[in-house]
Nanobody, 121 residues
Framework: QVQLVESGGGLVQAGGSLRLSCAAS????????MGWYRQAPGKQRELVAT???????NYADSVKGRFTLSRDNGKNTMYLQMNGLKPEDTAVYYC???????????????WGQGTQVTVAS
C-alpha cells in the first residue's frame, strides 16, 4: 500500500510564504515522476510543479519564480516552498507520485488527501 500524506497548508496573507510537505510510505519499485497539483473551488485540478525521476522540476507559468519543488530521498519526502503567495493561489494542494509498486505492476498515479492553502488579500 502506498500512502502520501501532505502537511503545511494554512491561511496566509498575500505576499507570505508556506512550505508544503508530502511524506511517502509503502513500497514503490520505481517512480517515473512526482509533483504537486492544486484544485480551486469550481475549477479543474491543475499542475503546479512536477519533477521526473533524476530530472529537474518544471513549473506552471503561474508559479514560476515563486514556488520551488524539492525532494529529500533519505526521508521519502517532497516539499513545495511557496513564496510571494497570491489570492489566486488559494486551492487544495495535492501531492502526486506516478510510479509502480513492483516490476510487473503498471505505472499508477498515487495521490495524497490534499491540504488547504488560503491566501487572504
Amino acid at each position: 500500500q502506498v500512502q502520501l500524506v501532505e502537511s503545511g497548508g494554512g491561511l496566509v496573507q498575500a505576499g507570505g510564504s508556506l512550505r508544503l510537505s508530502c511524506a511517502a510510505s509503502g513500497i514503490i519499485f520505481s517512480i517515473n515522476r512526482m509533483g504537486w497539483y492544486r484544485q480551486a473551488p469550481g475549477k479543474q485540478r491543475e499542475l503546479v510543479a512536477t519533477m521526473p525521476s533524476g530530472g529537474s522540476p518544471n513549473y506552471a507559468d503561474s508559479v514560476k519564480g515563486r514556488f520551488t519543488l524539492s525532494r529529500d530521498n533519505g526521508k521519502n519526502t517532497m516539499y513545495l516552498q511557496m513564496n510571494g503567495l497570491k489570492p489566486e493561489d488559494t486551492a487544495v494542494y495535492y501531492c502526486n507520485v506516478h510510479g509502480k509498486r513492483t516490476p510487473s505492476f503498471p505505472y499508477t498515479d498515487y495521490w495524497g488527501q490534499g491540504t488547504q492553502v488560503t491566501v487572504a488579500s
